[in-house]
């Protein structure tokens, strides 16, 4: 479970990459993502079903990004923890 302050972070890179003040690796994968998406849209369209699954499709990519983010940047708030708790000593020695 994320920290209010590290949701805080996560909304904060989010809106940015949404303002397109950032764009990197990440940005430009995403935007190939949801283009590709978007074409798979207009062909379930045709199908009678197919808009009601594409929403299913389109709510599954979110969620899995959105507990992505969250876990690897919780992974680097422990990671900075450990790296912050060990002897100077230990992280000069590698």
Known sequence: MLSKESENVLKF????RGNRMLEDNLFKTEEKMYSNLYKVEEML????TGNDLFIEL????FDTLA?????????GVHYGT???SQ???NLIAG
């Open 58 to 61: 389109e709510q599954s990519i």
């Open 13 to 16: 890179i989010a809106e940015c």
């Open 82 to 84: 450990v790296v912050e």
């Open 45 to 48: 369209s045709k199908f009678p």
């Open 67 to 75: 507990e992505m983010r969250e876990t690897y940047f919780e992974y």
């Open 87 to 89: 002897p100077i000593e």
